[in-house]
């Protein structure tokens, strides 16, 4: 049942390429988007004053790249939320709100408290949602189904990355029909998404690397992962890999934070992984990773090919194939979730079935 795959993870790793191809046709209809589907008219969608994202764990952080994309695509004010704090914040909730709960499993508690919140002040909820039938599924107004399938490893990778596509195709329509991009615009950010499947399959051939890394690495006490924009984003899912699976201490810094506390953690030798996927914010972060390096940091860089000069700095670096930068999530998380498997497999953890973790929280 693993599919030829030591785990679960490595086995879903590799599905991704096609579950996000999967995701991404089931709202296409002759080459451009549909959301009949899911349930959101072209009116509904010119009517949406603010959108609220509210989710837990990595669903959240897909919220967060989703913040991102959305605003700047669709420019649409987003704000995105972890459930446990939104259902009891008492939050302002305008009626023309569109409230979007990201969750694999339908079932997490706090996710459903925050939709069950939304729908009593009668606000139209969308739900993006893995599991058929699942509560979350079943309450929401409106559901887009991710096609991940059944996703068995504790540490989400194929789920998260249909989420991500989702998140795109909902930040491009809402742009398209609010009048924000072009005809030929949109046609592009169309193309682009459907590279992504390719272009993350390129990633993985280049596996073995990320492992003779990871295994080097496996001793680390910290690892301090940095990024502007949506690379925060990205760090936030990196680092959680690395905890939940590894079981090293890490932390996601907004790479301009670095300077307000979290620089002095830096010692001799400490793993600082800098995420580089957005050109106009590169040389912020590279000088925030040489801080860190002249304290003694060793560097990893993450970053688009092309961007050679980070050698300059970096002690190691991955590349990732060239895309639209809304959508360089969906390739720089796939380095990341090797990194967390194979330093999980070189410390004989047990990879899919973390400690002290299910895969679905249904109590709070
Ligand atoms: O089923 P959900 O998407 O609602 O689950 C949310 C989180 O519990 C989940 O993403 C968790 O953080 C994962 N284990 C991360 O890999």
Known sequence: EKGGYEHFMMKEIHEQPKVVADTLNSVLKDGEIDLSGVGLSAEEIRNISEIQIVACGSAYHVGMVGQYVIEDLARIPVRVELASEFRYRNPILDKNMLVIIVSQSGETADSLAALREAKLREIKTLGIVNVVGSSIAREADNVFYTLAGPEISVATTKAYSTQLIAMYTLAVQFAKIRGQISDEQYMGYIKEMQTLPDKI????????????????????????????????????????????????????????????????????????????????????????????????????????????????????????????????????????????????????????????????????
Not at 235 to 254: R, W
Not at 290 to 301: D, I, N, P, Q
Not at 318 to 332: C, N
């Open 201 to 364: 399959r390129r990633i993985l051939e280049d596996k073995e690397r990320i492992q003779w890394f990871a295994s080097k690495q496996m001793n680390a006490k910290d690892v301090f992962f940095v990024g502007r924009g949506i690379d925060y984003a990205i760090c936030m899912e990196g680092s959680l890999k690395m905890k939940e699976i590894s079981y090293i201490h890490s932390e996601a810094y907004a790479a301009g934070e670095l300077k307000h506390g979290t620089i002095s953690l830096i010692e001799d030798e400490t793993l600082v992984i800098g995420v580089l996927t957005q050109s106009a914010l590169f040389e912020k972060t590279v000088s925030n990773m040489v801080e860190c390096k002249s304290r003694g940091a060793y560097l990893m860089g993450l970053t688009t090919t092309g961007n050679y000069n980070i050698e300059e700095s970096a002690d190691f670096t991955v590349y990732i194939p060239e895309t639209d930068e809304h959508f360089a999530t969906s390739l720089a998380v796939i380095p990341l979730q090797l990194m967390g498997y194979y330093v999980s497999v070189a410390k004989g953890l047990d990879v899919d079935k973390p400690r002290n973790l299910a895969k679905s929280v249904t109590v709070e």
